[in-house]
């Protein structure tokens, strides 16, 4: 059934349940404590971090930042959409899901979509049966066999055969004009309302579907059978279908590894198979388009590794650089990024057959490290044993490390620059800052621009809108061969007819990093913002201490202010809530990447708790009391005081750098009554 699940649910169904039993049905669990311990799901370990508390009803591993309550670990660990985990935990609970009453237009929104999975697994059935029954199938059999493709992989990957013609697939699944409608929306068929034609989008072609990671099929990919172009056809952006998000062969990887070591990113569709029918599993292949962020984030999801594999000419080192710079972002602690390149003239498929699995694995795992790869691409043309070289070398690197996620592997990187050129931290630090201020901080590797197709080569076809992300380049020449358009008309006495499809939209999402502050001797120091809000998580009824959350509301250019005040704000409308609650709530409302802020607060409160069980002392007493509300208090008066004092320095300022000269009496004293008085508040 359609529709939202109602929040009050979620917390009841949460309330239901004890986050220990949820975990440790999947994860054996060690009782430590009042908590409960075991070696992380999400990273590799060999020593424990990863910690329950049933008192908190929530998670938290020291080693990889992985946090939440019941419903997060059950999305996390069993990769299930937000929804599809509150139908698992609901059944374990008894409850049946409840879903709140939809607009008529959601709710056709919604059955179009699944209408349009069901015709799009029809199209896949009718593939694979003219593979096996078409008078022409033996044009593709050949095809296959000559590529050394066996049956086995070819049926595991579902590869099929559109066979010549206008109309096969049209006249197969087309019954009635909604059949037709929906086969335009999903991309299957193209309506030329100028000219008055409907007519099948793949002819003539090998045949791979594309599966989201539910192996739901979005889309398919044709590859041409001789000379023609494009060599490679994909579908078009379609409601069920963003290229720039997919990843062909990720579902089919899912399935051979229960733990995924790596994913090795090619660049098509038979590269994929071929590996796979070599027993090299992990293969997947972007759609047509370069691999960006959110490529690399939907990888990130299922393996700590990903290799590109390019070949070692000018495009392939130019589809490099543009991975590389991709990469940044995402290049969280934890995370593994090389780069693979091929002898000139050979590609996966034709390498794995010549020197076998084992010599490919070898050369994966040989891979250039991302880090080592960054600093050779920087250093290009460049002689950096040369003082001048160093300067633009390090003006070069240092821009692009600096967009590195927060974390020892960020600082690590900056060390080696260090290293390399001899300057400092602070040095470099004040270059990236220098360039920010003139506004130079320009993309390091810059695509060409996108050649202009002629009208003789791209025929005037009514397609589905697409809104390309804006961080998609253009594409490069070594993605000529694929394309979204048909390489030739219908005859004149085609007329078949339809209407135009919509548009439809996709947005993009970048991921958040929560940060913690390391200090000296493996301690953190919490500031007074981030403990008022550790002991609000841990113990939500000291809201009532702090009455005035709409005071933090307006202080949108300090995240954690801003953090505060949601939370007390929530608080002051649902006294019951439990840090279970919150999390939930906090996902449903603000999105993942506020949430994984939030949970690393609590999580940073779970390790100073932690710590300190662990301390062994004399006079230590068995049990120790401890002011919350004393220290709720006086964090907030610290954080006042702070406030205030950030308010005198932005005054003193302004009134440092005024022209006193221009201004009247009146407005002098202005600025010193404003400055004295933030001075007189603290």
Same mark, same amino acid.
């Given at each position: ?281 992990y293969g997947v292949a972007t759609l047509g388009t370069a691999c960006g962020p ?120 900056? %060390?080696? +620059?260090?290293?390399? @050129?001899? *300057?400092?931290?602070?040095? $470099?630090?004040? =270059? ?58 219908p005859p004149a006495d085609y007329h078949e007819h339809y209407e135009e499809p ?34 609000l998580l841990t113990h939500p009824t000291l809201a009532s201490l702090e009455p005035?959350?709409? %005071?933090? +509301?307006?202080?949108? @250019?300090? *995240?954690?202010?801003?953090? $505060?005040?949601? =939370? ?115």
């Amino acid at each position: 059934m359609a529709g939202l699940i109602p929040q009050s649910f979620i917390d009841d169904m949460l309330d239901r349940l004890d986050i220990v039993d949820v975990v440790d049905s999947r994860v054996k669990l060690r009782k430590t404590g009042k908590n409960y311990s075991a070696c992380c799901p999400f990273h590799d370990e060999k020593t424990p971090s990863f910690t329950v508390s049933p008192e908190k009803q929530f998670y938290y591993c020291f080693g990889c930042g992985a946090s939440g309550n019941a419903l997060g670990f059950v999305m996390d660990y069993e990769r299930l959409s937000f929804p599809e985990a509150v139908e698992s935990l609901a059944r374990l609970t008894g409850l049946e899901v409840p879903r709140e009453v939809q607009t008529e237009a959601q709710q056709k929104r919604e059955e179009e979509k699944r209408s349009i999975y069901t015709l799009l697994e029809k199209a896949d059935d009718f593939y694979q049966q003219q593979l096996r029954h078409h008078p022409s199938k033996h044009l593709a059999v050949n095809y296959l066999k000559n590529r050394g493709l066996d049956g086995k992989t070819a049926k595991r990957y579902g590869v099929g055969f559109a066979p010549p013609g206008w109309d096969n697939l049209l006249k197969s699944l087309a019954h009635n004009d909604e059949d037709k409608h929906l086969l335009i929306e999903g991309g299957m068929l193209i309506h030329q309302e100028q000219e008055k034609k409907l007519y099948d989008r793949f002819r003539h072609r090998i045949m791979f579907p594309i599966r989201d990671t539910r192996g739901r099929v979005i889309g398919f990919g044709g590859r041409v059978l001789g000379d023609d172009k494009p060599k490679y056809l994909n579908s078009p952006e379609t409601p069920v279908f963003h290229k720039g998000q997919e990843l062909y062969g990720l579902y089919e990887a899912r399935l051979a590894y229960r733990e995924l070591p790596r994913l090795l990113v090619v660049e098509g569709y038979m590269d994929v198979v071929s590996l796979a029918q070599f027993g090299i599993g992990y293969g997947v292949a972007t759609l047509g388009t370069a691999c960006g962020p959110d490529h690399l984030d939907r990888a990130f999801k299922y393996t700590n590794e990903v290799v590109f594999c390019f070949d070692g000419d000018k495009a392939g080192r130019s589809a490099a650089h543009r991975a590389l710079e991709a990469s940044l972002d995402t290049m969280t602690d934890g995370r593994t990024v090389k780069f693979l390149f091929l002898p000139e003239g050979e590609d996966p498929d034709t390498l794995v057959r010549q020197i076998g699995t084992d010599k490919f694995e070898h050369m994966i795992e040989l891979a250039v490290p991302f880090e080592d790869y960054l600093f050779d691409a920087v250093a290009e043309g460049l002689n950096i044993r040369t003082m001048e070289g160093r300067a633009t070398f390090s003006k070069r690197a240092a821009p692009l490390l600096d967009r590195l996620p927060k974390g020892v592997f960020r600082e690590l990187m900056f %060390e080696s +620059l260090a290293t390399r @050129t001899g *300057l400092n931290r602070n040095i $470099l630090q004040e =270059l990236i800052l220098e360039q920010q201020s003139k506004g130079e901080m320009q993309p390091l590797f810059v695509a060409p621009p996108t050649p202009v197709k002629t009208e003789e080569t791209v025929p005037k076809v009514a397609l589905p809108k697409k809104t390309e992300p804006e961080w998609e380049h253009p594409p490069l020449e070594a993605y000529a061969d694929y394309g979204d358009f048909p390489q030739e008309l219908p005859p004149a006495d085609y007329h078949e007819h339809y209407e135009e499809p919509q548009a439809y939209r996709k947005t993009g999402r970048k991921a958040y990093q929560p940060e913690l502050q390391a200090r000296a001797a493996g301690k953190y120091l919490m500031p007074p913002v981030r403990k008022a809000l550790a002991l609000l998580l841990t113990h939500p009824t000291l809201a009532s201490l702090e009455p005035n959350h709409d %005071e933090w +509301l307006g202080n949108e @250019t300090d *995240l954690d202010c801003l953090m $505060l005040g949601r =939370l007390l704000k929530v608080l002051h409308e649902r006294p019951h809530y439990n840090l279970s609650h919150l999390i939930g709530y906090w996902r449903g409302i603000y999105g993942a990447e506020d949430t994984e802020r939030l949970a690393a607060v609590a999580g940073h409160d779970l390790l100073q708790a932690a710590n300190a069980l662990t301390i062994s002392r004399q006079d230590k007493p068995a049990k120790a009391d401890y002011d919350t509300q004393a220290a709720f208090s006086d964090a907030m008066e610290k954080l006042r005081l702070q406030q205030n004092q950030k308010k005198t320095a932005e005054s003193l300022a302004k009134l440092k750098n005024a022209d006193l000269t221009q201004l009247t009496k009146e407005e002098r004293d202005q600025l010193v009554r404003a400055a004295l008085a933030a001075k007189l508040q603290q």
